[in-house]
T-cell receptor
């Protein structure tokens, strides 16, 4: 059973470009969570999604950030018009149900130049 | 609200030394508690968990006991190895909606 997959592992963008981060949950998992880890800090919750629904987006910045988890395909975290402060590691986690342990992917390290 | 306070690092120990990393939490209900480990350049791996008071989670020689009276979940290992060098995160989850993480404690074990 493959674990949580994230791609790309590393992403470099210039200020003003768009960043798209992908997450494929573990097989059978329908709950996906996105977290951001700034340098030297812990993980901060961003958004919780189930298939086709956003359950909790209380940690998402109000502008430029969006997330989706379509019926088919991976979950996407999209950052428009990136700024240097968006440079961070973005981790995706999945769980079987909303009550189970979350399993984390290897992360996407975004660098904004 | 929910929060996790974790012992600040970095922590440097000699091989075979005893390890304690303190973690205390604040929660509105009855959370599950977790320790995750992050090796350089990798994602978080679940190390152990406890879902109710007085439960003890254990894995790979690490242990932590869910103490409701002191709202703590301290991580311990009797004899650390060089391969244990990593960053350790304490976390809580209520109803699974999201995890609240501590800031992480970096551990370096020297031979």
């Amino acid at each position: 059973n493959a674990g949580v997959m994230q791609n790309p592992r590393h992403l470099v963008r210039r200020r003003g470009q768009e960043a798209r981060l992908r997450c494929s949950p573990m097989k059978g998992h329908s709950h996906v969570y996105w977290y951001r880890q700034l340098p030297e800090e812990g993980l901060k919750f961003m958004v919780y999604l189930q298939k086709e629904n956003i359950i909790d987006e209380s940690g998402m910045p109000k502008e430029r950030f969006s997330a989706e988890f379509p019926k088919e395909g991976p979950s996407i975290l999209r950052i428009q018009q990136v700024v240097r402060g968006d440079s961070a590691a973005y981790f995706c986690a999945s769980s079987l149900t909303g009550m189970e342990t979350q399993y984390f992917g290897p992360g996407t390290r975004l660098l904004v130049l | 609200g929910n929060s996790v306070t974790q012992m600040e690092g970095p922590v440097t120990l000699s091989e075979e030394a005893f390890l304690t990393i303190n973690c205390t939490y604040t929660a509105t209900g009855y959370p599950s508690l977790f320790w995750y480990v992050q090796y350089p350049g990798e994602g978080l791996q679940l190390l152990l968990k406890a879902t109710k008071a007085d439960d003890k989670g254990s894995n790979k020689g690490f242990e932590a006991t869910y103490r409701k009276e002191t709202t703590s979940f301290h991580l311990e290992k009797g004899s650390v190895q060089v391969s244990d060098s990593a960053v350790y995160f304490c976390a809580l989850s209520e109803e699974g909606n999201q995890f609240y993480f501590g800031t992480g404690t970096s551990l370096t074990v020297i031979p």
